[in-house]
């Protein structure tokens, strides 16, 4: 059974700082997505990656493979990234492909 | 292009009534997955399905729920007989094969 892990569970900031919200996950996958959850409920897919490193803007992703690891990285954060940030291990195989969410990082970023 | 859609957004059903969710997937997406927020709790996996099948309904409660996704039409989340435990917010997604997955806005079901 795959098990995702975040830290840290909330996280604040302040305006312009540079963010790191980490992930684990316990058995091999095919994929790792990160997504955005706001106070409104709806989700946003940020990235899905399964090797290296993605950038989207102000928002890096990296993953290891051989660690299963991964680092969601926001760099001169503001305050409209204040969020929920959910790391999600894809277990793709022949007979499924759901997704196994960790329990998501509350950020909030003051001005 | 059309994003993911879900409707209801909202529904209110007394305990013992019947909810139905619907979700029509991306243009060009034949899977769908369904998963489920309770409050104050994370998502978890419900149901995936490719057209006219069902793949993996593992985390599908074992009574009262089942999906569907039809040839033609949405794919449908129905609860039978709902308690109040069933009240959670329930998200849909959609996917071309091993593709990203993208989500619906999701489904605010409360239970009176």
């Known amino acids: 059974k795959n098990e995702v892990e975040q830290s840290p569970q909330n996280l604040t900031a302040q305006e312009g700082e540079f963010i790191t919200i980490n992930c684990s996950y316990s058995?091999?996958?095919?994929?790792l997505h990160w997504l955005q959850q706001h106070p409104g409920g709806g989700i946003v897919s940020l990235f899905m990656?399964?090797?290296g490193k993605k950038k989207h803007g102000r928002l890096i992703a990296t993953i290891n493979i051989q660690e299963k690891h991964s680092s969601l990285h926001i760099t001169a954060s503001h305050p409209r990234d204040s969020a929920v940030y959910i790391c999600?291990?894809?277990?793709?195989?022949?007979?499924?492909?759901?997704?196994?969410f960790g329990t998501g990082t509350r950020l909030q970023v003051f001005p | 292009n059309a994003g993911v859609m879900q409707n209801p957004r909202h529904l209110v059903r007394r305990r013992g009534q019947e909810a139905r969710l619907r979700c029509s997937p991306m243009?060009?997406?034949?899977?769908v997955y369904w998963y489920r927020q309770l409050p104050e709790e994370g998502l978890k996996f419900m149901v995936y399905?490719?057209?006219?099948?069902?793949?993996?309904e593992s985390g599908m409660p074992k009574e009262r729920f089942s999906a569907e996704f039809p040839k033609e039409g949405p794919s449908i989340l129905r609860i039978q007989q709902v308690v109040r435990g069933d009240s959670a917010a329930y998200f849909c997604?959609?996917?071309?094969?091993?593709?990203?997955?993208?989500f619906g806005p999701g489904t605010r079901l409360t239970v009176t």
């Open positions: 997604a959609s996917s071309r094969l091993a593709g990203e997955q993208y």
């Open positions: 058995v091999g996958i095919s994929a």
């Open positions: 990656l399964s090797s």
């Open positions: 999600a291990a894809r277990e793709g195989s022949y007979n499924t492909d759901k997704l196994i």
């Open positions: 243009k060009g997406h034949s899977h």
């Open positions: 399905l490719q057209k006219e099948n069902i793949i993996d």
